[in-house]
């Protein structure tokens, strides 16, 4: 049996692991606990120590690739925990708790008219009834929720490998109805299945309009032609989620009685993180003022149902992005550049989420790197100013000369 005597087991060394026999390589760490390869390349992790003189019989504590190595370290350190106190290695469930309670279909259900029905905005909600319908259902509906284990989540988390985010946020959704199941006593507490389950690593997609892409779009938005196909109202909603900031929605759903051009402001009721009051610029109050109203329309964006609001945006953006040369910018984009053009401005992150309406400041956190560079863009500013004065026009080229000049 082999030794990794340089390292300890992790998720790269085990992956790298070849033979051509079936061999056990043990941790340098922890005794006793090892992974076990196969010649086809299967990998288990295993457990074996010594109780009372005698030698423990060999316990399979996961699959690689189904349980993460830091998982089966944790769980090896359990088992060698039992056996050293003589007690089974693995605690027997009578076989009636795996088959007894509720299913993971009912707590998703009664999660879904409880809480989410109730307390979730509508596109939340859709989100969530489309990860339950889709992904949990037809894979763990009629299991029994007490049979759900941290390898059966998993595997789901795994089996949804292809689409890296949505794998997340099954993960998320399942832990959300188990929590709401251990609140209201159906579920024991502290046996949430998903809190190790190592999630896929997600990269925001970042795409912000330079100051050329700016003018370029703002001149394509008053071209006449423009308006051929695309409403006048589309063309304002553009215009105001480059002007304001705001999601997508707010825009769509903003009613007259919301907008105070006296004071200047948009008071939204219902955004996605609560009430909040959006502070109009003289031109986004003038793209307001200059709107058309629709007779029996409330809606500032009016679509072309009477009565109801522009619903599909998205279309016209198409059209007018591809006018302007900028096909691969999405409409939230437009509220990422807003964010950006303000920390070039000089803005602070705090000010920014305000102007955003972030909840948490680790969603304007995203920011930081854009705020790093409009500090170090000052910070050259500044010096290179005091530099002139103190050192003299010109003294980085004088500086270089002196540096290589001999010395007289």
Known sequence: MAKLTRTTISKRTVEAL??????????SELSGFGVRVYPSGSKVYVVQTRAGGRAAKRVTVGRHGIVTAEEARRRAALVIARIKAGEDPVPATPARALVAG?????LARQWLDEHVAVRCKPKTAALYNLVVDRHLLPKLGRVPAAAVDHATVTELHQALRATPTMANRTVDVLSRIWNAAEDRELLPEAGNPCRL???????????FLSEAEFRRLGRTLAEPETCRGVSVHA??????????????NEILTLRWADVDLEAGELKLADSKTGARVVPLSPEAAGVLAGLP????????????????????????????????????????????????????????LPMIGRLLGHARVETTARYAHLARDSVRRSAECISGSIADDILGHGWRGAGDEAAVAPAS
Do not use: Y
Request: with cysteine; proline share 4%; hydrophobic share 40%.
């Open 102 to 106: 509720p299913t993971v279909g009912e």
């Open 235 to 248: 063309v304002a909603a553009i215009r105001l989620l480059l002007l304001t900031g705001c999601r997508k």
């Open 197 to 207: 389950v190592v999630k896929n690593r997600e990269r925001p997609r970042e795409r």
């Open 18 to 27: 070849a033979v051509k026999k079936d061999t056990v390589f043990w941790d």
């Open 293 to 348: 109203r629709v007779a029996g329309n409330p809606h500032v964006i009016a679509g072309k149902v009477k009565g109801a609001h522009l619903q599909n945006l998205d279309e016209p953006w198409k059209l007018i992005r591809g006018r302007a040369g900028l096909e691969d910018v999405r409409l939230h984009d437009c509220r990422h550049s807003f964010a950006s053009r303000a920390l070039a401005l000089g803005e602070s």
